[in-house]
């Protein structure tokens, strides 16, 4: 049996180009913890439905047999503490699943429905960056979403048709086939679209978001927080990840 009882899930194909992502620094914070990297390396990459196609087929295949799961984004998100602690988080909601939350409503096709939800920051939307809860009822919603139905990504003879799977995850939270709630207070991960440096505390180890007095367990340089304001160096060299 593990020692572990959680698993730290990723998908990764290939080593991103473009300077601003992040995947060496993910690595070495997650250095010593048990991560489970799916698809493999030069394996042809459909659209970002695989992601959640992926994880399910693990889950389901028996690979991930852990009691929990952090399933992650992996180019733009680094952890800034252990995975035990995440974990210890997560209970405290009193929930099956936790998923992150963001400022900014992407897609946008069901901002009216977020909009009416007794959210309790200013990140009030649904970041399918980061899932954290029991590996069981990460299963049961993916079922619940028909995952395997989503068709890949393709070209219509006139332009590309793109699937997304944070829309797939905004539509099933409203849903709630198990007992999901959203990181208003960015307990569990801080994201960093349209984010300014002067909204973090870099005065202590841990960053702490001064707009809900959290100090996240990781920092999700997702959209333009991996590119602008300075925010992606500020956060590694606090971190020591650069």
């Known amino acids: 049996m593990s020692e572990f ?3 730290i899930v ?3 194909n290939r ?4 300077d601003y992502y992040c995947l060496q620094e993910f690595q070495k914070s997650v250095n010593g913890f048990n991560t489970m ?3 493999h390396w030069g394996s ?3 659209g970002l439905c695989d992601k959640a ?3 399910y087929r693990a889950i389901k295949q028996e690979q991930v047999k852990t009691e929990f799961i952090i ?3 992996c180019w733009d998100l680094v952890f800034t503490t252990t995975p035990e602690e995440i974990i210890e988080k997560f209970k405290e909601f009193n929930c099956d699943l936790v998923i992150s939350a963001e400022k900014n409503c992407f897609p946008n096709d069901l901002k009216d429905e977020y909009d009416a939800l007794p959210y309790t920051s200013s990140f009030r939307y649904l970041n399918s960056g980061m899932i954290v809860g029991y590996t069981q009822k990460l299963l049961e919603t993916l079922e619940a979403m028909e995952v395997e139905s989503i068709p890949d990504d393709y070209f219509d003879g006139e332009r590309n048709i793109h699937f997304n799977d944070q829309l797939e995850y905004q539509k099933i939270f409203l849903k709630q086939p198990v007992h999901i709630k959203l990181d208003y207070q960015q307990i569990l991960s801080r994201t960093l679209h349209e984010a300014k440096l002067n909204e973090l505390d870099f005065s202590e180890p841990r960053i702490r978001n001064i707009e809900t007095n959290s ?4 920092m999700h340089m997702n959209g333009n927080g991996k590119s602008e304001n300075g925010i992606r160096e500020a956060i590694l060299k606090h971190l020591n990840l650069l």
């Open 37 to 39: 990297v799916i698809q």
């Open 215 to 218: 100090y996240p367990c990781t």
């Open 71 to 73: 399933f992650c984004d």
């Open 44 to 46: 042809p990459y459909i």
């Open 53 to 55: 196609k992926f994880v």
């Open 5 to 7: 009882n959680y698993t």
């Open 10 to 12: 990723t998908i990764c």
């Open 15 to 18: 080593f991103p180009t473009q």
